[in-house]
């Protein structure tokens, strides 16, 4: 059964989301995020900018994920608005509102929702998703103001 993780509290989701990311690279883990087109697209212009002492190589796909070429396939991070047809990976992360279809195929799954009210409540109706469906959920409650950042 796919863990899931809750991480929430963040100010920042998609910097937060950079660094599980970068973490994940160089821990040899591939992954997969997704969420809703706009949001991938900041993820994707920021993933280019983030560090400037790393390089997180990755794929953007905003429809179905074709059949993959060996370099795209071999892509570490793959950004998804839908994951048929992604491929197999250890980690999923999800920024958007709603849960994502096919979330159980991946080893684990992480959810981020940051301090604002709309994030919070949509993390909230997530939560409830998961439980009803049997799902045992962790929580990760991240520390807010400046020195968490």
Known sequence: MTDIEFHVNMPDKLHYC??????????GTNAVVTAEPELLTQLDELLWTFSSQDF?????????VPALAPTLASTP????????????????????????????????FIE????????????????????????????HELASGPEAS
């Open 18 to 27: 950079c660094r599980l990311l970068r973490k994940a690279q160089r821990s």
């Open 77 to 108: 991070i793959h950004l998804a608005e839908q994951l048929h047809g992604c491929p197999p990976s250890a980690v999923l992360i999800n920024l958007g509102q709603q849960p994502p279809t096919h979330f159980e195929r991946f080893e684990r």
């Open 112 to 139: 981020l929702a940051s301090d604002t009210n709309s994030d919070i409540l949509a993390a909230r109706a997530r939560w409830k998703y998961y439980k009803d469906r049997g799902y045992e959920l962790k929580k």
């Open 56 to 64: 997180l190589p990755h794929y953007y796909s905003s429809g179905p």
